[in-house]
């Protein structure tokens, strides 16, 4: 409960950039590892985590990684880092990065990519961005896994008319051909609130 309250009150700071009044659950949590899961022959791991909240992912994240493998996690509230460097301080494969993923440029690529960012809130043009962020930094073949509120993009588009209609329909045309290039896996998840899908895309090897 304490933690719901905590996530609420990091919605209502920023509701544009956290896009959900609740942390995602321990299902899609699960479902986001997935693939990481499956690594066997790749290692040591190249992992990075965008928007991790207050880290219940970057938990269940944690649990998949041995020996050399590496978690970058990129979180852009500041409470949420100090929270999330709190937990991580002495485990040896995390490092967290308190910025923008945009303003995140590192010199290596990665094996898995997880992000919770969502996308549904955003504009069209910082979502082309992440995109573009994205595909720079994932090595060849990597896997991008990642959350939609699906729900609440119908929702939104219910109810919104000229401008706002069109910019969603451009954002949606835009994920929907990035998706049919590289999807391999779609879950549709409904014990979360709200429902979400999860998303498991494969970059050119
Ligand atoms: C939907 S919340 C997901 C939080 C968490 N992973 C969970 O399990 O619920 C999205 C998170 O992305 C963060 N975020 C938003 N824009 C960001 C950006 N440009 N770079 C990095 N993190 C960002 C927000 O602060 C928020 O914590």
């Known amino acids: 409960m304490r933690q719901q309250i905590q996530f609420l009150k990091h919605?209502?700071?920023?509701?544009?950039?956290?896009?959900?009044?609740?942390a995602l659950n321990e299902q899609v949590g699960e479902a986001l590892v997935k693939y990481i899961r499956q690594a066997k022959t790749?290692?040591?791991?190249?992992?990075?985590?965008?928007?991790?909240?207050?880290?219940?992912?970057?938990?269940?994240?944690?649990?998949?990684?041995?020996g050399q493998d590496t978690l970058?996690?990129?979180?852009?509230?500041?409470?949420?880092?100090?929270?999330?460097?709190?937990?991580f301080h002495d485990n040896k494969h995390v490092n967290i990065h308190c910025k923008s993923i945009?303003?995140?440029?590192?010199?290596?690529?990665?094996?898995?990519?997880?992000?919770?960012?969502?996308?549904?809130s955003y504009a069209i043009e910082?979502?082309?961005?992440?995109?573009?962020?994205?595909e720079n930094i994932c090595a060849k073949g990597?896997?991008?896994?990642y959350v939609e509120y699906s729900g609440l993009m119908r929702i939104r588009n219910t109810f919104s008319q000229g401008e706002k209609?069109?910019?969603?329909?451009?954002?949606?045309?835009?994920?929907?051909?990035?998706?049919?290039?590289?999807l391999i896996e779609k879950k549709r998840i409904i014990n979360n609130i709200p429902p979400c899908n999860v998303y498991h895309l494969k970059m050119p090897s």
Request: contains cysteine.
């Open 42 to 66: 790749i290692r040591p791991l190249k992992v990075l985590e965008v928007g991790a909240g207050y880290g219940n992912i970057s938990k269940i994240i944690v649990k998949e990684l041995k």
């Open 165 to 182: 209609k069109s910019m969603i329909k451009i954002r949606k045309e835009f994920l929907d051909s990035f998706k049919d290039k590289f």
């Open 126 to 134: 910082f979502v082309q961005s992440v995109i573009e962020r994205y």
């Open 11 to 22: 919605f209502l700071r920023n509701p544009n950039k956290v896009g959900a009044i609740t």
């Open 72 to 87: 970058d996690i990129v979180e852009v509230d500041k409470k949420c880092c100090e929270h999330v460097e709190n937990i």
């Open 142 to 145: 990597a896997i991008l896994s």
């Open 102 to 120: 945009l303003k995140w440029s590192p010199n290596y690529q990665y094996d898995f990519i997880i992000s919770t960012l969502p996308f549904n």
